[in-house]
């Protein structure tokens, strides 16, 4: 008299999905992890520390002829268009042709080099390749190779956050060099 009852599959007993249920979530929680994190990750800010800190000096050196050229300039940005206009003042001849540096603080892809064309003495215009918002680092160079920061005769830095302007006047800090 025995009565053999089928036995069901193993993925039919509850016991074992109420053991491996937790197990496969954390694996699928786990690649998601991975997978978001290896798309996502964040831009290292310098690639060499050391030689961005030894080069800090010829930052100094160049805010210092910024200086000593009494250098200021008036960056109106335009929201709608991404037109830039530039009012450039100080002392000696202003060049044909400047390179303003719009840095996001954490995002490399987003930066951007815009060339800024003389329309009359002292006034400059360029426009930006895509909208900006939020911080930005803004850098002004003269007529050079923008790539080459360190070989510009002078340079204006400022920070800007566009929610609350779209103007700022850049001038040179008074770092000791």
């Not at 929201?79 to 954490?106: F, K, M, R, W, Y």
Request: charged letters at 25%; one cysteine or more.
């Amino acid at each position: 008299m025995t009565d053999k009852t089928p036995v069901a599959p193993w993925y039919r007993q509850p016991w074992f999905w109420f053991v491996m249920s937790p197990l496969i979530l954390v694996v699928c929680v786990s690649l998601s992890f991975v997978t978001v994190s290896v798309f996502y990750a964040d831009d290292r800010v310098v690639d060499n520390y050391y030689k961005q800190g030894r080069s800090i000096n010829q930052s100094f050196e160049q805010e210092a002829r910024a200086r000593a050229l009494n250098l200021a300039a008036e960056v109106v940005f335009d929201p709608v268009t991404g037109e830039i206009l530039l009012n450039l003042s100080g002392d000696g001849a202003l060049p044909e042709v400047l390179h303003l540096l719009v840095g996001h603080p954490v995002n490399a892809d987003q930066d951007q080099r815009v060339l800024l064309q003389r329309v009359r003495d002292g006034h400059y215009r360029g426009d930006l390749t895509q909208a900006v918002s939020h911080r930005r680092y803004l850098t002004l160079l003269p007529d050079h190779d923008a790539s080459q920061m360190r070989s510009a005769e002078w340079l204006l830095r400022g920070e800007i956050h566009f929610e609350q302007r779209n103007r700022i006047e850049l001038r040179p800090t008074d770092r000791a060099p």
